[in-house]
T-cell receptor, first 114, second 112 residues
């Protein structure tokens, strides 16, 4: 059983560019949450997708947007990149109707903005 | 506000000793408390969790305790091994906002 997968593993962008990160949830999971983890800190909640809609959002600007597809996979888009967007971006999946709070994380995408 | 405080930030123990990490949460509505282990270059791995209707849970060498009145929960690792070395995060789940609030992490070093 494959766990949560994310792509790409690493990414280098320059300020002002746009980036798209991808996530495939664990089999049987229908909810995807995205987190940003700065170096030396705990993950910070960005938003959560369920039934292809954003169900909840953390304290992140509109430059951060997402999408969920019918197969439950998800994308995180960040526009107008800033140096401060450099971080590890984590995707977590959970089964909403069973234990939505039990979240399993992928390996993350490390984004470096120059 | 929603906040989870975690202590200590670093912890060094001798192999075979016990390690304890403590967290405090602010929102009394929190009802689920997972612990994650994150190794270098990897995503957080769920190692144990506890719900608000339980005071203690144990899984082999790891255990978690919860004091709802004091809004405290702790991770206990007994008979530590070098492979336990990692960063550990506590978190609290907010039913009302569908999100996990994480502590700042504890870097555990187990000396052989």
């Amino acid at each position: 059983d494959a766990g949560v997968t994310q792509s790409p593993t690493h990414l280098i962008k320059t300020r002002g560019q746009q980036v798209t990160l991808r996530c495939s949830p664990k089999s049987g999971h229908d909810t995807v949450s995205w987190y940003q983890q700065a170096l030396g800190q705990g993950p910070q909640f960005i938003f959560q997708y369920y039934e292809e809609e954003e169900r909840q959002r953390g304290n992140f600007p509109d430059r951060f947007s997402g999408h969920q597809f019918p197969n439950y996979s998800s994308e995180l888009n960040v526009n107008a990149l800033l140096l401060g967007d450099s971080a590890l971006y984590l995707c977590a999946s959970s089964p909403t109707l069973v234990r939505e709070e039990t979240q399993y994380f992928g390996p993350g995408t490390r984004l470096l903005v120059l | 506000g929603e906040n989870v405080e975690q202590h200590p930030s670093t912890l060094s123990v001798q192999e075979g000793d016990s390690a304890v990490i403590k967290c405090t949460y602010s929102d009394s509505a929190s009802n689920y408390f997972p612990w994650y282990k994150q190794e270098l270059g990897k995503g957080p791995q769920l190692i144990i969790d506890i719900r608000s209707n339980v005071g203690e849970k144990k899984d082999q060498r790891i255990a978690v305790t919860l004091n709802k009145t004091a809004k405290h929960f702790s991770l206990h690792i007994t008979e530590t091994q070098p492979e336990d070395s990692a960063v550990y995060f506590c978190a609290a789940w907010m039913d009302s906002s569908y999100k996990l609030i994480f502590g700042s992490g504890t870097r555990l070093l187990v000396r052989p």
